[in-house]
């Protein structure tokens, strides 16, 4: 390709949409932070075993993006009333939410699918239903937030062996599997879909059925007929997507957390805002024989030279001090020519901090968001 066709088609990424994207990492020193019930390969009835992937022979355990959101929503939650949560209702077979994105926060950045309302069994259950926003047929929501599976940097399991004896009689023995290394998994936001909405009829895009269009319009939000949205005001937008990267670096949650006490807020981060939703960030950290993190600052070189007209703040890099310290002192050499080389440069701080830089970016860059 030309160098000039290679600018003809950079100046079309220009009406990019951006998105912030990244990885993360999260330190298990010794954890079974998400479980898939009993192990029926083991001898003993009463063991659970962590969720794992096979590869290559060998068994690495992983974390769901299903619970990493679930953890990041209670985190979001405990924010109190600035964090907007969408009530849930159950019925026998399924629960949703009340997939209302005007009102509540979760459901405009953790998408959402509910039915049109229906006539229940239950005088609870309808009662209950009354509360909710009306649904007169199908509404979905792409999430604008996607979580990638946090995968282990280095394989293995093993098991503990324990027993319930504080009664009188034999003790009842039990086992769980646990392993010791680090978590590493993608995440990215869709900047220009936070807060705004469409009531196009296709699936993933029908966000607002008739009701909720109606009380778009009450609520004063703006109308796009042409693209058939509305969209929140931008003030309100940006006070979501910053309470959203607030809490990511403070998230807490975890299974076996009273037997294996693990903090799951990331050990390090390396994220900027990005045209268009590739995400080029996923080989900057490699894993050694012990599951810790091996910075790649080759890759990080390439990324900066293949996709540097894409990258619109600088790259943030969040590093615990204490973590794997001589990656990190290996990064902190390379640094000054890698932010030089960099078109808005790269910033190396703890994770909470990188967050922070970053919010505080998109609060100065409102334009991320159209």
Not at 220 to 231: I, M, N
Request: proline share 4%; net charge neutral; glycine share 8%.
């Amino acid at each position: 390709m030309t160098n000039n066709k290679i600018k003809l088609f950079n100046l079309k990424t220009q009406n990019i949409m951006s998105f912030i994207s990244g990885i993360q990492l999260i330190d298990a020193p010794a954890s079974a932070l998400n479980n898939a019930g009993a192990d029926t390969s083991s001898s003993n009835e009463n063991t659970v075993a962590v969720k794992k992937i096979l590869s290559g022979g060998k068994s690495y355990p992983y974390v769901s993006a299903q619970a990493y959101r679930f953890w990041l929503r209670k985190t979001l939650e405990a924010n109190g009333n600035e964090w907007a949560t969408a009530p849930i209702f159950r019925e026998k077979k399924v629960a949703y939410t009340d997939a209302n994105p005007i009102e509540y926060c979760d459901d405009d950045l953790f998408g959402y699918m509910r039915a049109a309302s229906k006539k229940t069994d239950s005088a609870a259950s309808e009662q209950a239903l009354e509360s909710l926003t009306k649904t007169d047929e199908t509404v979905t929501r792409i999430s604008p937030l996607k979580i990638g599976t946090l995968v282990a940097l280095s394989d293995g399991v093993t098991r503990d062996f324990g027993t319930m004896s504080r009664h009188d009689g034999d003790p009842v023995p039990h086992e769980h599997q646990f392993y010791r290394t680090s978590l590493k998994g993608m995440f990215s936001l869709d900047l220009r879909s936070s807060g705004r909405f469409s009531y196009e009829r296709k699936t993933g895009f029908l966000n607002l059925d008739n009701t909720r269009v109606e009380l778009s319009k009450q609520k004063g939000l703006t109308h796009e007929p042409q693209s058939k949205t509305f969209v929140l005001a931008q003030e309100e937008r940006l006070r979501r997507v910053k309470l959203l990267l607030d809490a990511m670096p403070v998230i807490t949650g975890g299974a076996k957390q009273g037997l294996h006490y693990t903090d799951v807020s990331p050990v390090v981060v390396v994220m900027a805002v990005m045209k268009g939703g590739n995400n080029p960030f996923q080989y900057v950290i490699q894993g050694n024989k012990e599951g810790k993190a091996v910075i790649k600052t080759d890759v990080l070189t390439e990324i900066i030279e293949v996709w540097g007209e894409y990258i619109q703040s600088p790259i943030y890099i969040g590093w615990v001090k204490g973590y794997a310290d001589e990656e990190r002192a290996k990064l902190e050499g390379a640094l000054s020519t890698l932010s030089t080389a960099s078109p808005h440069g790269i910033q190396l701080a703890h994770p909470k901090v990188a967050f922070a830089n970053l919010s505080a970016k998109l609060m100065a860059n409102p334009e991320w968001l159209d």
